[in-house]
């Protein structure tokens, strides 16, 4: 009778994890490959914040490869987001300044107003919203990438707080990568003694090694790892894209969406110092190198890696305007982690199998310009010049200023087609060379916001109707909430399905280059036809010039 005592005990403890998930007010014990954690809950959803998915890449890790997390044994509270990785301040942050990061929503009681533990090179962690009641419900899972030119931005910030989303019925997550010079520094010697032969990328492989983390271990958070849905903004967007022709990602994901930015490794059409070219990238570490006056030392690795990380993020950060010309890092063609160019890629149909969301918003360019001073005819004539070489007169045509008044509308168009629309248009255009399909929007609501009343449409207005992190005391108006509505359930549709399409909604027509069909995201929600065919024709082919494809 003890033996049976004792052994109800001992099996009362093993299932008392799953068992609490549904008969108490708090978070299950998750146990982890790396060891167990425990949460919060809110507003019913099991809240897991600051996990880490990756070593710290601190010391002789630094600008390698992520590595797999030390495992630990008593349980973990995960209840507080991890620091955001090192990053440049707002001073030269343009579209921090311009109040991208304090989105819409940011302050409203739909998100907490705390964003992060500080920045830290400790910044490898992923946070876990789930509204699984036990840990065999095999919900759908959104794995977020956030924006920020890749040298800003955290998972932790407020528009991203993903409870409101995981209410509609799958499992959010979002994660921290290497940001700047820290993720994405290449540099012969590091070439020299990588494995692979190159370097930089390391924030593309942070990405790769939390869908790892999440294939592991999503199954215990109520998640299904073989329906998991890539999604991102911005930098994030374009993390996304270039994720889809990244052969160390193939099977991690099964469906993309990636809002605002495409598979550009650089970005010619937005600023100088986005490039994609390996050879300049490598000069660019360098460089670094000399202004840390590590270039001339015996070992310049280990004397860069002894460097505190905020003097390296410093020796690299400029002003990051429209007009500027600094050392910005972003992803490069490798030929390890990216080994074909973009557009070769996906014209070919070399990206991976799986349905896109794609698409831009109405005034992508404002939030880059509204701080840009003295925008006249000669300096926009200047900017085509940078962008379109010989072909700068064509640009002019295809974007005219005639007068000094008529540039910002100009920027902020070319920059709406060239760096968002036109790509989005590729990405969901290209997705039958794969055998797959895509979904193209354009987001137009013009909401009552601070921030919309200042910079139009802007890049980044999308966001909280995605996460529905918003709140009327923000100027937000019923046909917001309305829209925000709609919006999330697409999204969770196309994370079940791979489809957007269902009960209520407008119908969303697979886009394809012959038909040209968009779904506008807008006071109305409706199919429309050639948005900005001549501009992205325009573009499409100065891509083709420039690549070789014609002369």
């Known amino acids: 009778m003890k033996f049976f005592k004792l052994s109800v005990i001992v099996l009362s403890l093993l299932l008392f994890p799953v068992l609490s998930w549904a008969a108490h007010d708090k978070t299950a014990v998750i146990r982890l490959d790396s060891g167990p954690i425990t949460g919060k809950v809110e507003s019913g959803i099991s809240t897991y914040l600051g996990i880490p998915y990756a070593a710290p890449p601190v010391g002789n890790l630094r600008w390698k490869a992520p590595q797999e997390v030390a495992p630990w044994t008593k349980t973990r509270k995960c209840v507080e987001f991890g620091a955001a990785c090192p990053q440049p301040s707002k001073e030269n942050n343009a579209v921090e300044k311009a109040g991208a990061i304090a989105k819409p929503g940011a302050s409203s009681s ?100 939390a869908l790892k983390w999440v294939k592991r271990n999503i199954a215990e958070f109520g998640g299904n790892p073989d329906c998991v849905t890539l999604f991102g903004q911005s930098a994030g967007s374009r993390s996304v894209c270039l994720q889809m022709i990244s052969p160390l990602s193939a099977g991690l994901f099964h469906r993309a969406i990636a809002e605002s930015g495409g598979p550009i490794i650089g970005s010619e059409y937005l600023s100088p110092v986005f490039n994609g070219d390996y050879a300049n990238i490598s000069r660019m570490g360098e460089t670094l190198a000399a202004r840390l006056g590590c270039d ?61 969301i794609t698409g831009s918003t109405l005034n992508e360019g404002t939030l880059y310009l509204i701080n840009e001073p003295g925008l006249t005819v000669n300096k926009y004539v200047s900017y085509l010049k940078s962008r379109f070489s010989g072909n700068y007169a064509k640009a002019f045509a295809a ?30 255009g290209c997705m039958v060379n794969a055998g797959s399909r895509g979904y193209l929007y354009h987001f137009t609501r013009l909401a009552g916001t601070a921030m919309e009343n200042k910079m139009k449409v802007h890049h980044g207005a999308d966001l909280a109707y995605v996460f529905g992190n918003m709140n009327k005391d923000d100027g937000y108006e019923d046909l917001d909430f309305e829209l925000s509505n709609k919006m999330m359930a697409y999204w969770v549709n196309f994370a ?6 269902g009960p209520g909604l407008p119908a969303w027509p697979a886009y394809d280059f012959a038909s040209d069909m968009t779904l506008e995201l807008g006071d109305a929600i409706r199919a429309v036809k050639n948005l900005y065919k001549t501009e992205c024709d325009f573009i499409s082919r100065m891509n083709d010039v420039r690549d070789g494809r014609i002369k």
């Open 399 to 428: 974007f005219p200023a005639p007068t000094a008044a008529d540039v910002f509308p100009a920027l902020d168009r070319i920059i709406t087609v060239a760096a968002n629309a036109q790509p989005a248009r590729l990405v969901a």
């Open 110 to 209: 739909a998100s907490p107003k705390k964003r992060n533990a500080g920045y830290s090179e400790d910044c490898l962690y992923l946070n876990v919203w789930t509204p699984a009641k036990g840990p065999d419900e095999k919900l759908p899972v959104m794995v977020w990438i956030h924006g920020g030119g890749f040298n800003f931005g955290s998972a932790s910030q407020p528009e991203y707080y993903g409870r409101n989303l995981a209410a509609k019925g799958v499992v959010v997550v979002t994660l921290n990568y290497r940001l700047g010079p820290l993720g994405f520094l290449a540099h012969p010697l590091l070439s020299k003694e990588s494995p692979d032969g190159t370097s930089g990328n390391y924030a593309i492989l942070d990405q790769i090694a």
């Open 296 to 356: 001339r030392e015996a070992d310049v690795l280990a004397a860069m890696r002894a460097k505190p990380a905020d003097e390296v993020v410093a020796a690299a950060a400029c002003k990051t305007g429209l007009f500027d010309d600094c050392l910005l890092f972003a992803p490069a063609l490798d030929g390890h982690v990216l080994p074909t160019d973009p557009y070769t890629a996906y014209y070919l149909g070399l990206q991976h199998n799986v349905p896109v």
């Open 496 to 501: 079940k399905t791979g489809d957007p399409n």
